[in-house]
């Protein structure tokens, strides 16, 4: 299983409100290989299933970012919340 923290410190130091990381980006922060299953988008989609914890998802939200796989397959957007 992959230590989602290190995305999470990533990202909670960004000043951006959004980014775009690659998924070799992704990997290098992680320090390990992303599952097969991340080239789907429901992998990163953050608000799909808040019921279901998976570490990514988690990673992202802990950080204040909301994560979209793109189009491409091979890329992930996130998104700053917007804090109320």
Not at 15 to 43: D, M, N, T, Y
Not at 69 to 81: A, E, I, K, Q, Y
Request: hydrophobic share 40%; proline share 6%.
């Amino acid at each position: 299983m992959n230590d989602y923290n290190a995305l999470r410190d990533y990202l909670a130091k960004q000043k951006l409100p959004e980014l775009v990381l690659s998924f070799e980006q992704i990997e290098e922060i992680i320090g390990a290989a992303l599952p097969r299953a991340a080239q789907r988008a429901s992998w990163w989609e953050t608000l799909r299933s808040p019921q279901e914890k998976m570490p990514q998802r988690e990673a992202c939200l802990a950080a204040g970012y909301i994560a979209t796989r793109l189009p491409d397959g091979r890329h992930v957007r996130f998104d700053r919340m917007k804090v109320r």
